[in-house]
T-cell receptor, first 112, second 113 residues
Framework: GEDVEQSLFLSVREGDSSVINCTYT??????LYWYKQEPGAGLQLLTY?????DMKQDQRLTVLLNKKDKHLSLRIADTQTGDSAIYFC????????????FGTGTRLQVTL | NAGVTQTPKFQVLKTGQSMTLQCAQD?????MSWYRQDPGMGLRLIHY???????DQGEVPNGYNVSRSTTEDFPLRLLSAAPSQTSVYFC????????????FGSGTQLSVL
């Protein structure tokens, strides 16, 4: 089955850049997503990338996709305390349009 | 718009009790789903529905039942709760069956003693 892996924890200082990494196993995924979960809340879609793209930038967020290595990353520039949350990557493997497979989540802690 | 509404927010059950977690959306979304979130395991799909009257199993369906009698509602039933079902449950919906974003409810924290 599909497997999406992330490191569990990342700590950065306010103002620095954060890079959250994700590896996935299904190379047929057409979309890859990043979701953010704040304490006590559900997940919210941050951004997504088509599998035929290498990079997508959206304000402070940069998504990089390396299809050869099945590696996805999310870079947050000028990290703020409000960015403290759990970040999930997710893939939508071909043939499973109704299902998203989520990673284990990376808890981002932003320190002053 | 209310979006995706889940009730209750918190629930404590004894082993063997039954209960229903409610989920409603007011966005006329075809697709609705239930996930459970456990530490270190991310979100795992329990059941999903692609429209009224249609449901299917996800990754971890055992111990849970669902039905979809209306477009708006997708309740999740635990017939005989077990401690292994202690988790945070999220309902999510989206407009179509392709790749639009999922809208999540705020979750139900369930403890089974």
């Amino acid at each position: 089955g599909e497997d999406v892996e992330q490191s569990l924890f990342l700590s950065v200082r306010e103002g620095d850049s954060s890079v959250i990494n994700c590896t996935y196993t299904d190379s047929s995924s057409t979309y890859l997503y990043w979701y953010k979960q704040e304490p006590g809340a559900g997940l919210q879609l941050l951004t997504y990338i088509f599998s035929n793209m290498d990079m997508k930038q959206d304000q402070r967020l940069t998504v990089l996709l390396n299809k050869k290595d099945k590696h996805l990353s999310l870079r947050i520039a000028d990290t703020q305390t409000g960015d403290s949350a759990i970040y999930f990557c997710a893939e939508n493997p071909t043939g499973t349009a109704s299902k998203l497979t989520f990673g284990t989540g990376t808890r981002l802690q932003v320190t002053l | 718009n209310a979006g995706v509404t889940q009730t209750p927010k918190f629930q404590v059950l004894k082993t063997g009790q039954s209960m229903t977690l409610q989920c409603a959306q007011d966005m006329n979304h075809e697709y609705m789903s239930w996930y459970r979130q456990d530490p270190g395991m991310g979100l795992r799909l329990i059941h999903y529905s692609v429209g009224a009257g249609i449901t299917d199993q996800g990754e971890v369906p055992n111990g849970y039942n669902v039905s979809r009698s209306t477009t708006e509602d997708f309740p999740l039933r635990l017939l005989s709760a077990a401690p292994s079902q202690t988790s945070v449950y999220f309902c999510a919906s989206r407009l179509g069956l392709t790749n639009e974003k999922l809208f999540f409810g705020s979750g139900t924290q369930l403890s089974v003693l």
